[in-house]
C-alpha cells in the first residue's frame, strides 16, 4: 500500500519566518545610535521618557525592520543564490507577501514618526526614502561600494542620533551633536563593507558592486578598517578640543582595541569578517556612547 501526498503551497507567511525577515538582530544599532542621540542632548525631562520610548521602537523594529523587509523583497533574487533558506526564497513568506509587509511597515514609521514633532517626522520621511532607494529599482544604491554602505552607516548611525537629539532639544541639535553624529555615520560605511563580504558570491552574479565584488576582500578591508580608524581618530580630537580628555582617552583605548582585531581581520578578510562584526563592531558602539556623554555636559556656546 502507498500513499501519496501533495504539498499545497503556503498562502500566509509563517509567523517565525516574518520576525526572521525584520531581522530583530539588526535592530540594535539605530535603537543604540537614538539612545546615544538622547544622552548628547544633555538628559531627559520628566514628561519626556514617551518620546525616548517610541522614538526606540521606532528606530529599532519599525523602521530598521521596514528597511530588512523591503532589502529581502528587492533582493529576493540575489538571496536565492546566497541564502536560499531565508524566508522568501525558502517560500516560507510567499508570493507579495514580503513587499507588502515593507509597504505596510513604512506607512507605520510615518505614522509612528509624526507622534515625534516635526523634527522626528523629517528624520522618518528620509529614513523610508532611504531606506527604498537603497534597495528598489531603478535607484538601488547598494549596488554601489561606495553609495550603498554609506547610506547605510547614515541611517543606522548618524540620523538615529541626529533624530534622538532633535527629539529630545525639541529643535535643531547642536553642532558639536552633529559633527560627532556625522562622523560615526561616517566610520559605519566601513562596517557595512565588512558586512558585504556574507553575499560576495550573490553580489557576484547579479552585477552589485560592492567594495569586496570590486576591490577584492584584502583591499575591501584595508579600506573598511581605515574608515573606521579614522572617523575615530577624529572623535578622539574633537573632544580633545572640547576640553574633554578622559572620554577622548576612553575613545582611543577603545580604537586602538578595535586596530588589534583589525590585525586578525586581514590574516583572512573573507572568513574573519563575521568575528569582526561580532567584536571590533561592539568596542566601536561603546565608543559612541561614551562620546554621547561627553557632549551632554558640555557648556552651551553663547
Known sequence: MSVSSTLQ????????????????????????????????????AAGQWGLVALGIV???????????????WCDRHVDAVNEPHRPIPSGRVPGRWGLWIALAMSGAALGVGWLLGPWGF????????????????????KRSGWWGPGLVGLCYEGLPWFTGAAVIAAGAPRFEVVATAALYAFG???????????????????????LPVTLGPEVAAKIACTVMVLAQL????MLIVWDRPLHAGA???LTLAQIAAMRVLMRDPKGKAPWYNGTGVVLYVAGMMVSAFALADLPVRP
Not at 559605519?188 to 560592492?210: C, P, Y
Not at 577624529?234 to 580630537?237: K, W
Open 9 to 44: 503551497p503556503r498562502i500566509l507567511p509563517d509567523a517565525r519566518a516574518v520576525l526572521g525577515l525584520l531581522k530583530p538582530i539588526t535592530w540594535f544599532p539605530p535603537m543604540w545610535a537614538y539612545l546615544c542621540g538622547v544622552v548628547s542632548a544633555g538628559g531627559v
Open 58 to 72: 521606532l528606530a529599532g523594529p519599525i523602521v530598521c525592520g521596514m528597511s530588512q523587509a523591503a532589502n529581502d
Open 122 to 141: 523629517g528624520a522618518t520621511v528620509v529614513a523610508v526614502l532611504a531606506a527604498w532607494a537603497y534597495s528598489a529599482e531603478p535607484v538601488r544604491l
Open 188 to 210: 559605519a560605511h566601513g562596517i557595512m563593507t565588512l558586512n558585504d563580504f556574507k553575499a560576495l558570491e550573490g553580489d557576484r552574479v547579479h552585477g552589485v558592486r560592492s
Open 234 to 237: 577624529l572623535v578622539v580630537s
Open 251 to 253: 575613545v582611543l583605548a
